[in-house]
Structure formats: C-alpha cells, structure tokens
C-alpha cells in the first residue's frame, strides 16, 4: 500500500484533514496514520473508497496519478463573492463537479480519436465589457427561436424541453442533478472546447429555464463557476440580465404587455402573473423585468415578493408516472446520450467506459437512444 496515494485521494477530492475525519467519523490523527502507513486494513480500505468516492482499485494503485492527469479541480463559487456568509458546498457537489470534468475529457478524447465526426458546432464568446442585453438579443437571433413560438408552448415542461434542446443543440451537455445546497441553483464549466451545465431537479420548469440561461451566459463568458443568481454580484447580475433578456426580449415583453396588461389598472401582481405565465418564467423574474423595463417603479419587485412570503424549501418532485428510461434521460439530456451512444458503436470506447460515463444499466443504452433521438425529433430547434 503507497500511503502517497491515500493523500493524492483526499487532494483530489479537496478534503483537509479535518473534513476528511468529518466524513469518515474518524479521529484526524487516524487519517494522518493511515496516510503515513504501509498497510491498510480491507475494512479501512473500503470505508476510505466509500468516503472519497472512488474504487478500491484506485486506491490500491503503486503511484498516484501524475498532477497533469489528474489535478483537484475547483470552480469558483460566486456565492461567496458578495461577502455572504454562505457555506461551502456539499461534499456531493464537489463531486459533480469533477464528474463534470471527467466527463468532458472523455467526450474530447473520443472527439480527438473521430476523424470522422462532423466539426462541431463552435458556442459564440461573450465578454463582461459588453451589455448583456445586447449579448442575449445577438444570441437569441442567431438561435433565430420566434417569441410568438415560445408564447404559443402550452404547457411550463414543454416549453422547458424545448429550451434544453435549443441549448443542447451547441453541443452543451445539460444534466438535471439534485444539488443539496439551497443557495446553489446551478453550475457551469467550459473546459477543452465543451461546455457543461448542472441545473437543480428540485427546481421547477419556468425556474429551471431560467437558470439553463444564466448558465449559459456562463459559458459564453467562459466563465465557470458555481451559481446562485444574486444580483449583488457583478458576473451574477451580467448572466440574469443575460437570461432575462433572452427570455424576455424587450421590446416582444413590451407588445405583449400592451396587447393583455395595458387596460388594467397599474402593474401590480396580476399582470405580472399574466406574463410569467405567457413567457413560461418565475414570477421574480418577470416582476424584475417590469422594473428593469420601466413598467413599474424601482422596488416592485421587492413590494411583490415580500407579499409573496418566505420561499419555501426546494423539494424534490414526488412521485412520478415517468418511465425509467424518461428519469434517465431528463437527467442525462440527449447531447451525452447520443454522444456516448455513437462512441459505443464506433468502438472508440468500451461497455465499461459507457457505463461509467451514463451511470445507467447498459441494457437500458438502446431504448435511452431511441428515446433522446424521439425528444429531439419532437422538441429540438428544427421543429
């Protein structure tokens, strides 16, 4: 046993010491010991895999992996930016997030060893200097989606879907996660020319958009970062003007306002849920639209949403009628399904490989395909 590997595990993972014995309930001088110690017990062993989430056999390796290979990796938390006093994420997050990175070196490996893969498509940059309105309205018309189209969606999950598959469509892996922390609503990294987003299934389908393209204003930046939508926080407030605008773009708001509000009386907490309900958004974000579009005075939103109360805890969805191949592919998304699909059957990677990068039965590949290939015939941009 090479005790140089058990100190590589816990720096991979971003543990100290003292969170290391806090997630193994293990006394800190025990975790010194062990990373000093020739032998390991079996149970001692397994308890460490099981605690840094990584196999027995990565353990056991004679050398830890060059830096170069394998460094700890960290994304910067814009919760923290605005001097809050915000804990730092989740064990469980952190791990999302290298999995994330993981993730992308595979699909980059697999790209590099395709000569025959269509070029892909390359996202557009954006920079903070620039208005972000101007970045989403620029964006939104080379995606070329009509307003009427999106005011026309029936439902909040259909209009969701199509968002994803809009997003999807440059070649940006969107996975739906559980994210224990409140404050978190989302993740984003641009790595090796592929962008990756992370976006909370505790949410729901208008909030969840919402984020989809706060995320992606991220990834336009090449900005990634850990994301809690705070409008003190300068590159936070960049990225909601981004997706508020993309959402809600100015002068498509204003005509609609006129065609279903303008007769009533004031803007008040009716219209705003009228256009929310229109546009397929939160009620905080179209209410903070009608401010920052001089439909209703400075401090609406705040007025509104002290009305509103306390937000609840974010929650799980409960049961569900979906099937498990629609869980896994409203996790999943079908950019890494499709992706993963054709490495598969091109031999660039094996079972196993395709199994660690899914985490799902590979008995169930075959109908996850026919099912990501069904949902973007239904709701991606060509339709």
């Not at 010991?33 to 397994?46: D, G, K, P, R, Y």
């Not at 508020?244 to 609609?256: G, I, Y």
């Not at 579009?293 to 002290?306: D, M, Q, S, W």
Request: include cysteine.
């Amino acid at each position: 046993m090479n005790p140089k590997v058990l100190r590589w595990a816990r720096d991979a993972r971003l543990l100290s010491i003292e969170k290391a014995s806090q997630r193994l309930n293990w006394p800190e001088e025990k975790i010194v010991e062990l990373e000093q110690a020739t032998e390991i017990s079996l149970e001692e062993l397994e308890k460490l895999a099981s605690g840094y989430r990584l196999s027995t056999a990565t353990l056991l390796m004679p050398e830890p992996l060059p830096a170069d290979q394998y460094p700890p990796r960290a994304i910067d938390d814009f919760r923290l930016h605005a001097h809050m006093a915000e804990e730092p994420v989740t064990f469980g997050t952190q791990i999302k997030v290298e999995n994330a990175f993981e993730l992308i070196e595979l699909l980059a490996e697999v790209n590099d060893e395709d000569a025959d893969v269509a070029p892909r498509p390359l996202l557009p940059t954006a920079d903070l200097q620039e208005d972000a309105e101007r970045v989403a309205i620029r964006e939104r018309g080379r995606i070329g989606l009509p307003v009427d189209a999106q005011i026309g969606w029936e439902t909040d999950k259909e209009a969701f879907l199509r968002w994803r598959e809009v997003v999807e469509a440059q070649d940006i892996i969107v996975h739906k996660t559980t994210l224990h922390e409140a404050s978190v609503r989302g993740f984003a990294i641009f790595a090796r020319g592929y962008g990756y987003m992370a976006l909370d299934s505790a949410d729901d389908n208008r909030a969840r958009a919402f984020t989809l393209f706060h995320e992606y204003a991220h990834l336009l930046l090449r900005i990634s970062g850990i994301s809690d939508q705070n409008r003190h926080v300068p590159i936070e407030r960049w990225c909601n003007r981004f997706a508020a605008t993309f959402l809600m773009p100015a002068e498509a708001f204003r005509r609609h306002y006129e065609l279903i509000c303008s007769e009533g009386p004031p803007a008040g907490e009716w219209q705003v849920r009228k256009m929310a309900k229109s546009f397929k958004v939160s009620l905080s974000a179209a209410a903070i639209r009608f401010e920052e579009l001089g439909l209703a005075p400075h401090g609406f939103y705040e007025r509104l949403k002290a009305g509103w109360g306390v937000r609840k805890p974010r929650r799980g969805g409960g049961p569900s009628d979906l099937s498990q191949i629609d869980i896994e592919l409203g996790r999943l998304g079908t950019t890494q399904v499709s992706a993963i699909s054709v490495a598969l059957d091109k031999g660039l990677i094996d079972r196993m490989e395709a199994h660690y990068a899914l985490n799902v039965p590979l008995d169930h590949l075959p109908a996850l395909t026919a099912a990501a290939r069904t949902r973007h015939q239904a709701y991606g941009p060509t339709r």
